[in-house]
């Protein structure tokens, strides 16, 4: 075998920016990297702290996008990395052997959830807390079919994607785990028809749809599902995936209504953004009956869930979100960005909506309609669906140096989710920068000009 030439770390941190383009696209995603050039998402970052993160220039820009909620302390927090040096020596995998990590872990993830979720099964991400509570339940309730919401997000492995909400990322992959039904987010009738006329396993929802585009359902909703999963003799699986630990001004969104689910998922936030940690807690009662007794305690495992490090580090987070007030913080930053958004909406008529709670925020863009979709038969609209959330963070980057993202499942909407340390001053700056891209553009027309410009 001829020798070849490996980059290693220090390769990695010397690529210059175009030589990282290039290396992107053609061994990882091409249509990716043309897609983040497009909009100018494919500068090279060198350094982050916090709030911030640098470029090769020693520019500084407002990371306003919080790696998709797993940032709830920003880049490099210092004493979540200090609580992974604590363990450093310590067996990271020894499966094998009994954990005091994840015994730890378990116990403080109890006091803090609602309460009666007592049991943990650690994981590495979002979509396999989903995938493990979708069989947990499975295994509790045996045959039936899953109840999900339209706009629901709850990852991209089959299993989460089948009671995922959005056709574009489900049709390249059918036929997807077959049983389940989906019903409007936020319509208690509609969910009430499902579990009447189904013999339902679960219904599984986000509280606040997150990807869906920071929907808010109406109050009561999550009350309500909850008396009329227990009616039906269903189970109820919140997935707090994106909205748990402080993100909405409680400690998990759950407790806004005071309603304890059966089956809990947690990720993002949880490994205090420096290692992937996935938790999926429920009731004894459920846990016994799908992996009750020693002949079904190893139906469900994972070879990297709750490693020691990972494990350190949601410890570390859990105590951190205690200790600085975050739940609070998060509560009172909310609410004054959302009331000035609020007060942007009321200026600039491209501002369909304003959304949100807690840290957890989404502005929604008004397609264009009027005489000149009429010409287009439509598909400026289209293209407005697609593409407006993208332009104006595209706008806010280039102009402003305010990274900001359109939400998956409705990109005509930007989301808002800075880490829950972020200051009044940081969020002044986002609603002014904000305010310059929006008035400068007043049209999806100029905005899209905008960048067609550049
Ligand atoms: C509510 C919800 N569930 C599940 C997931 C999937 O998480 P992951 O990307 O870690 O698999 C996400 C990711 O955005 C999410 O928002």
Redesign the pocket.
């Known amino acids: 075998m001829p020798e070849k030439e490996l980059l290693g770390v220090n390769g990695a941190l010397g690529l210059s920016q175009k030589a990282m383009g290039e290396l992107f696209g053609k061994y990882v995603n091409p249509g990716l990297k043309t897609l983040q050039s497009v909009v100018g998402f494919d500068k090279r970052f060198v350094r982050a702290d916090g709030v911030s993160v640098y470029d090769e220039d020693g520019n500084r820009y407002l990371d306003f996008v919080g790696g998709?909620g797993c940032l709830p302390f920003g880049h490099s927090p210092k004493d979540i990395l200090a609580a992974l040096d604590e363990v450093k020596e310590v067996p990271n995998y020894l499966q094998v052997m009994t954990s005091p990590y994840q015994a730890a872990l378990a116990h403080d993830l109890a006091q803090i959830a609602p309460d009666g979720l007592e049991i943990t099964f650690f994981s590495n991400?979002?979509?396999?807390a989903?995938e493990s509570a979708l069989k947990l339940a499975r295994g509790a309730m045996g045959e039936g079919v899953f109840v999900y919401c339209s706009g629901a997000?709850?990852?991209?492995t089959l299993g989460?994607l089948s009671v995922g909400g959005r056709e574009k990322y489900k049709k390249p992959f059918v036929p997807l785990v077959p049983g389940t039904v989906e019903v409007p987010f936020g319509d208690a009738a509609a969910l009430e028809k499902a579990l009447r006329e189904n013999k339902v396993v679960a219904f599984i929802t986000?509280p606040i749809q997150?990807?869906g585009g920071v929907i808010v359902p109406p109050p009561g909703y999550l009350r309500k599902a909850r008396e009329l999963t227990e009616k039906y003799g269903a189970l109820l699986i919140l997935?707090e995936?994106?909205t748990g630990f402080a993100r909405t001004g409680k400690m998990f969104a759950a407790d806004h209504e005071g309603v304890r689910p059966d089956i809990l998922?947690l990720?993002?936030a949880l490994g205090g953004g420096v290692m992937p940690v996935g938790a999926t807690m429920a009731t004894k009662k459920v846990w016994e009956r799908a992996y009750g007794g020693l002949s079904r305690a190893v139906l469900h495992t994972s070879t990297f869930g709750g490693g020691a490090r990972a494990c350190a580090a949601a410890l570390a987070t859990i105590g951190k979100i205690a200790r600085e007030g975050l739940v609070e913080k998060s509560a009172r930053l909310g609410a004054y960005c959302l009331d000035g958004l609020r007060t942007l909406k009321e200026r600039y008529k491209i501002i369909e909506d304003v959304r949100g709670m807690g840290l957890l925020m989404g502005i929604e863009f008004r397609k264009p309609g009027g005489i000149l979709d009429i010409l287009t038969a439509g598909s400026v609209n289209k293209i407005a669906e697609e593409y407006c959330g993208a332009l104006v963070a595209s706008e806010l980057m280039k102009r402003h140096r305010v990274i900001s993202v359109y939400t998956l499942n409705n990109p005509n909407v930007i989301r808002l989710e800075p880490a829950l340390i972020v200051e009044k001053e940081e969020i002044d700056f986002v609603l002014n920068a904000l305010e310059d891209v929006l008035s400068r553009n007043k049209s999806f027309f100029s905005l899209a000009a905008s960048i067609v410009r550049k």
């Open positions: 998709y991400s979002g979509t396999e989903v997000f709850h990852g991209k989460s986000e997150g990807e997935d995936v994106q998922c990720a993002k």
